[in-house]
């Protein structure tokens, strides 16, 4: 049986669509981000980097890689096992407090990725609740949907941040269900924030628990990093919050924050939780060094605040359209896969500036774009020089202009 031939026909159909993914091969340098090397095409080359999720280059902050060091050295590689066998080590402990701290909650609970922490909670809580109904914003992240369809309970989706479709939905549920609305507060292609108040208005008028994803939010908003949640005043209403160590934080993990008998239940029900190994000792150490960083020091949100605003004046002055969002995401809108691909690779070849471009399945066709994330380490030289091999490249492809 020629499996391989299996194989190759459904990535052949991918690659017919425009689907197929290749990735960039970098290497991030220790104290150079957003600079790295591109070891793709041929040669390797400088390049600076557009679109990470680093946002706030923690990844290379100096406490957070001594924080590691130190943990490594003293702790070793691995954690050693399980949770429940031998794996929970003492910086998993000190983290799941700071955690708990950081978002005004009882307790937290890591996973080995935010993608697991939601597929797993959301896994549990659908599956062993009774009666659940879970009421997903129609834009959820993946983790989240693959977590509905793992609890295999009810479900209902809502139009993306829409509360009055919320509403309805949450009219439609049967008598005596237990209502779980699961959202996010930033969302990672368009950038605009759910309206959160209004929601937890709706939850309490319906008895409804609140679940945000503020993977994207969470070291960026609020005074102390907390996410849009802590911004608002809103912590104390949401049932759980979800969030990364993987993106503003710099290292890699997911977590959820809630009541300690909510806590405890994930923990003691969840497969996705007890039935895999620990993070290792050194990345808990790294991530409890950014958050306790990032809960003091306001330089990094700050500049970041700044240089997106740069950015979206520069591109505003030249016509450039981007979605206006009150985030930290700049999703430049070229509405045409092929283009958006072109100006992506021009953009790595001729002007040392990688940003990957974004076409369907990730967003609706005809939405295709570059999505920018602006952080501390983006100079003002950087700004012009993206902007200007933008301006040439746009011009170049016959792309639409924003009214100015
Ligand atoms: N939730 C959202 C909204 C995300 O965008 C992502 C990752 N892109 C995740 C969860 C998963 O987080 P992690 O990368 O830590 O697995």
């Given at each position: 049986m020629d499996f391989d031939a299996l194989f190759n026909a459904q990535l052949d159909t991918l690659r017919q669509e425009g689907n197929y993914r290749i990735f960039a091969d970098l290497e991030r340098e220790r104290g150079n981000f957003p600079r790295a090397l591109n070891h793709g095409g041929s040669g390797v080359r400088d390049v600076t980097v557009w679109c990470s999720n680093d946002y706030l280059c923690m990844g290379q902050h100096p406490k957070v890689l001594q924080a590691m060091h130190e943990a490594l050295d003293k702790s070793g590689a691995g954690a050693g096992g399980t949770r429940n066998i031998s794996g929970?080590?003492?910086?998993?402990?000190?983290?799941?407090?700071?955690?708990?701290?950081?978002?005004?909650?009882?307790?937290?609970?890591?996973?080995?990725?935010?993608?697991?922490?939601?597929?797993?909670?959301?896994?549990?809580?659908?599956?062993?609740?009774?009666?659940?109904?879970?009421?997903?914003?129609?834009?959820?992240?993946?983790?989240?949907?693959?977590?509905?369809?793992?609890?295999?309970?009810?479900?209902k989706i809502w139009k993306h941040n829409d509360v009055e479709d919320l509403r309805r939905k949450l009219q439609e549920c049967p008598a005596g269900s237990t209502r779980i609305i699961a959202f996010e507060s930033v969302y990672s292609m368009d950038g605009d924030i759910a309206p959160i108040r209004e929601i937890c208005d709706l939850a309490d008028e319906f008895g409804a628990m609140t679940y945000v994803d503020e993977v994207h939010a969470v070291g960026m908003y609020g005074p102390r990093g907390g996410g849009v949640a802590e911004r608002e005043g809103l912590m104390d209403r949401i049932t759980l919050i979800e969030g990364t160590l993987g993106k503003a934080f710099g290292v890699m993990g997911g977590y959820i924050t809630g009541s300690a008998a909510l806590v405890d239940f994930v923990r003691s029900f969840s497969s996705g939780f007890i039935f895999t190994t620990a993070l290792p000792p050194a990345l808990a150490a790294g991530a409890l060094a950014s958050i306790r960083h990032l809960k003091e020091s306001r330089w990094e949100r700050a500049r970041q605040k700044q240089q997106v605003a740069k950015l979206r004046a520069r591109l505003d002055a030249i016509g450039i359209p981007h979605l206006p969002n009150p985030s930290h995401i700049v999703p430049v809108m070229v509405k045409d896969p092929v283009k958006c691909k072109m100006i992506s690779d021009v953009l790595l070849d001729d002007h040392g500036v990688y940003v990957q471009p974004i076409n369907y399945p990730t967003v609706p066709k005809g939405t295709e774009r570059l999505r920018f994330t602006p952080g501390p380490g983006h100079s003002d030289e950087d700004i012009d020089h993206l902007v200007g091999a933008l301006h040439a490249l746009w011009k170049h492809c016959a792309l639409a202009r924003a009214v100015a």
């Open positions: 929970t080590n003492h910086h998993h402990v000190l983290l799941e407090r700071e955690l708990a701290e950081l978002h005004g909650k009882e307790a937290a609970l890591l996973f080995t990725s935010g993608y697991v922490s939601n597929w797993a909670t959301l896994g549990t809580l659908g599956a062993r609740l009774p009666n659940a109904v879970i009421l997903s914003d129609a834009l959820n992240h993946s983790s989240m949907i693959e977590g509905i369809r793992h609890a295999r309970c009810d479900k």
